[in-house]
């Protein structure tokens, strides 16, 4: 079945919530609004700027992204401030 491992990837997502190995390799799960720092420049985005992600998808390409203001940006341009 084609889309069997695409299933299992969405077994383990959620759009509320996020996992996180922190520096001290301790594994958190956080919750949705949780705060990012901006590490890009943008219209509606400002960098060094602190933001409320208010939901977490999965790209077709499986990337992480992060709801922020409405608008949809890849969690890499973020650090996650846990």
Aim: with cysteine.
């Amino acid at each position: 079945m084609r889309n069997k491992p695409l299933s299992e990837v969405f077994k383990y997502s959620s759009p509320r919530s996020i996992l996180v190995v922190t520096y001290g390799d301790e594994l958190l799960e956080l919750f949705c609004p949780f705060q990012v720092l901006s590490n890009i420049e943008h219209t509606s985005i400002k960098k060094g700027k602190v933001y409320s992600v208010t939901e977490v998808k999965l790209s077709i390409e499986l990337k992480i992204v992060f709801v922020i203001k409405g608008l949809n940006f890849s969690y890499s341009h973020f650090d996650i401030i846990v």
